[in-house]
């Protein structure tokens, strides 16, 4: 059996919200294609060989990029630690126990239990696990609550063995 003991960090739902919208190898790729596409098409009009007078197409570039860097960069980290202040069930202790059976959280308000089975995928990072149980909603395991590194390789093993493999 694997016991870790801790509180929950602001810091720790940020990294859970990127490693949540992590998007698959291939959603890497095509996204990838699309920026490309979008970046060609703003730079051949605004260098390309045509005289014509400024479009609004100059502007899709920038404000793109602008978008997604203010979405990614400001937003997901504000309205994710906004919420965390809110919340005071997320600032509780919480002591989570992974066995051969399945997952097991507890604070002084409650207990939870979850079988292997009922989980769909999980996904890992440098920081920490997600552990879903649906494709929205997940659980999270902060690396750095564990003890000893060696807990961390015990649940990835854990979880390959009764999930499948890492989602990301």
Known sequence: MIEVTGRLLPEDYVRAQYLHIRPRLAYKFLGTLIMLAVFWATWYTLFGDDD???VLADLILP???LYLALFFF???PWKTRRTYKQQKSLQREQRMKFDEFGFSAENELGRSTTPWSDFVKWK???HLFLLYISDPLYHMVPKRLFSDA?????LRQLLLTNVG???A
């Open 52 to 54: 014509e007078s400024f």
């Open 63 to 65: 404000v793109a990029i």
């Open 74 to 76: 400001a937003y997901i």
């Open 124 to 126: 890992e990072n440098d």
């Open 150 to 154: 060696g807990n961390a390789d015990r």
């Open 165 to 167: 493999r890492d989602a």
